[in-house]
Each structure stands twice: as structure tokens, then as C-alpha cells.
């Protein structure tokens, strides 16, 4: 699943993990662009518009060129750092394994986000996912507690559902329902945060209430909460541990019809034809 990739829209799940931020694309007037009379700040302005047009236009190379001429002019424009960490999450959500997925860069421009502007909370969120990726797992707490905490922030489910990863990949089980349960609490509809949960639970040898989450989790009224593969996988997995044998051969077909030629739909295949 995308791990700690998180939507922004209000009242909508994110998505694996894996939480990604969205980002507000308008199209750019190119006769802005490259007027020399301008000064830096106009210029670097003009230069975020182009990427931002190439962002909505799918070009992410275009994207990363532009936010680097539009630093390069004003190194304070925290709108294309963080356009900037957004790409190569994106990047890296498609595939870590390939030469575009750098979380060295990612983490680069987040933090440069933020030093440019402390109040853009989007990109201290998107730090932590990073930091979550690196396996930096203490200073993921350190950035996104206090996040989660900030009653200015917009999306406190994503912090809570990001810190509660960072806590459960750390090994701290408590900690980590504390905050999952904190994370739909404040947002009932993010799906996330109750598979997220059920791993929690599950961790801690608690099956029931591992299923309880996984079943919150895919039935939650939220676009693709349903199709939420990770979430059967887990469920037919500790189904299996309770004994409920026609519940999991029901998860498993359910996660295979989502994508059976997924690493996740593979295992469930292989899963199912054991149980025949």
C-alpha cells in the first residue's frame, strides 16, 4: 500500500503509508516567465507557476527543473521546496527501488520548506513521512508530536496517523494505538489510520481487535478505503489466527480481485491455494 502517502482534502482517506500531500496546480501565464526586468523574487515566483503547470500536466522532470531555477532566484520560496519534496515523494511512491526515488532529495528540499517558512505544517508533515521511509524513526516522533499537537494544523489525522506509524515501526505498540486512535478520532473517514491500527493491535497479540480496525478500515465510506488490499491481506491474516476459516477465504479472494498481479495480490493467491 502507499504507506505514509497522506491525502489533504478534508473528509477523504490517504492512502500506505505511506502519507502523500496534494498539491493546488493552477495554469501559469508563460509570459511571466524569464522577463528580465524583473526582480528575483518575481522571477522565482514566475519559475514556481511553470512548475507548478508542469505538475498538473504530469511532466515531474519539468517540474524538478523549474522549482531548482525558482530557488536559485530566491532561495526563501518555501512553495517550491516544497513542490519540490512533493515530486520526489512521488517518485518514490511508484517505485523505491528505482534511480528516481531519493529520499536524500526529498528530505532536502522538505526541510528547506521549512526553514523558508516554520508555519507551512504540510512540509513538516511530509519530513516525517520522509524521516518514516529513512528508518529515522526517533527524529520522525520529534517532528511529527508536536504537529499532531498544533491546533493550527488543518490535518491533525495525518499527523497522528503518521506519528503512530513512526511509533509502531519503532517497536512502541502502546504509543502507537494511542496515537492511531487519536488520528480517527479526528477524522473518522481516514482509512489509513484503522488499518494502520489493526497492525497495532496485531503487534501486540490482540486479534480481535486487529480485525475489528481491518474491517473499520475497508468499510469505511471513503474513496478506495474499500479496495484497501493491504487491509484483506490483514485481515484474512489474523482470520486465520482466529479460526474463521470462511472469512478468510472471503478476504483473500477479495484482495486477489483487486489486483492479483501485485506483490500483495500474489501472496494472497498463493495463500488461498494452500487453504484448497
Not at 493552477?26 to 512548475?51: F, G, K
Not at 527543473?65 to 532561495?75: G, I, N, R, T
Not at 526541510?111 to 517558512?117: M, S
Request: proline share 3%; net charge negative; glycine share 6%.
Amino acid at each position: 500500500m502507499a504507506d505514509g502517502f497522506h491525502s489533504r482534502r478534508r473528509g477523504q482517506a490517504a492512502k500506505a503509508g505511506a502519507v502523500l500531500c496534494s498539491i493546488a496546480v493552477c495554469t501559469a501565464c508563460s509570459s511571466v516567465a524569464q522577463n528580465p526586468a524583473q526582480n528575483p523574487e518575481a522571477q522565482s515566483h514566475a519559475e514556481y507557476d511553470l512548475a507548478r503547470d508542469s505538475y498538473k500536466n504530469g511532466k515531474l522532470r519539468e517540474v524538478l527543473a523549474h522549482v531548482q531555477k525558482a530557488l536559485e532566484h530566491d532561495e526563501t520560496n518555501a512553495d517550491a521546496a516544497f513542490l519540490g519534496a512533493s515530486v520526489h515523494l512521488q517518485f518514490c511512491a511508484a517505485d523505491e527501488t528505482s534511480a528516481d526515488c531519493r529520499w536524500e532529495d526529498a528530505e532536502k528540499y522538505a526541510r528547506h520548506a521549512i526553514e523558508a517558512n516554520p508555519e507551512l505544517r504540510d512540509a513538516k508533515n511530509m519530513l516525517g513521512v520522509i524521516l518514516v521511509h529513512r528508518g529515522r524513526y526517533e527524529e520522525a516522533v520529534t517532528v511529527l508530536k508536536p504537529l499532531a499537537n498544533d491546533i493550527l494544523y488543518n490535518y491533525p489525522e495525518n499527523a497522528w496517523g503518521n506519528l503512530g506509524w513512526a511509533y509502531l515501526l519503532q517497536g512502541n505498540s502502546d504509543e502507537a494505538i494511542d496515537a492511531l486512535r487519536r488520528s480517527i478520532a479526528a477524522q473518522p473517514l481516514f482509512c489509513v489510520g484503522a488499518y494502520r491500527l489493526g497492525l497495532a493491535y496485531e503487534k501486540k497479540g490482540d486479534f480481535g481487535a486487529a480485525r475489528e480496525a481491518f474491517t473499520k478500515a475497508v468499510e469505511t465510506q471513503a474513496p478506495d478505503c474499500g479496495r484497501l488490499q493491504d487491509a484483506f491481506d490483514a485481515r484474512a491474516r489474523v482470520g486465520s489466527k482466529l479460526g474463521l476459516r470462511d472469512e478468510v477465504r472471503a478476504d483473500l479472494t477479495k484482495c486477489i480481485d483487486i489486483g492479483k498481479q501485485t506483490p500483495v495480490g500474489k501472496k494472497c493467491a498463493e495463500q488461498l491455494r494452500a487453504m484448497q
